[in-house]
């Protein structure tokens, strides 16, 4: 089972992001797929998730109106779109994978991406 993150960097406040968690070992239509992001000095928090059937996307308060996931099961891809960045969406973001149901508790996860740095300064 592998989970790769990549599309992170260095984005201008007000701009937008797309992050791509590339899977392999397992099908999309078996396991949920969450974002996590953590920023220094912080805990791990869920920023989104979608369900192995779909049929459940989950947002954080914090990034509620502004962001979207969205999968294509074809490529085996979770995408997370964010859009009016800000300084403080400045984090590590990771994607992991459960069987079917979607959780905020990061610790019930065991299969973990390596994470993406997005910095969001001018």
């Known amino acids: 089972v592998q989970l790769v993150e990549s599309g992170g960097g260095l984005v201008q406040p007000g701009g937008p992001l797309r992050l791509s968690c590339a899977v392999s070992?397992?099908?999309?239509?078996?396991?949920?797929i969450t974002w996590f992001r953590q920023a220094p000095g912080k805990e791990r928090e869920a920023v989104s998730c979608?369900?192995?059937?779909?049929?459940?996307?989950n947002y954080a308060r914090s990034t509620k109106g502004r962001a979207t996931i969205s999968r294509d099961n074809a490529k085996n891809t979770v995408y997370l779109q964010v859009s009016s960045l800000k300084p403080e969406d400045t984090a590590v973001y990771y994607c992991?994978?459960?069987?079917?149901?979607?959780?905020?508790?990061?610790?019930?996860?065991?299969?973990w991406g390596q994470g993406t740095q997005v910095t969001v300064s001018s």
């Open positions: 979608i369900s192995a059937s779909g049929e459940t996307i």
């Open positions: 070992g397992f099908t999309l239509d078996s396991y949920a």
């Open positions: 992991a994978a459960e069987p079917v149901r979607c959780y905020s508790d990061d610790t019930l996860y065991v299969y």
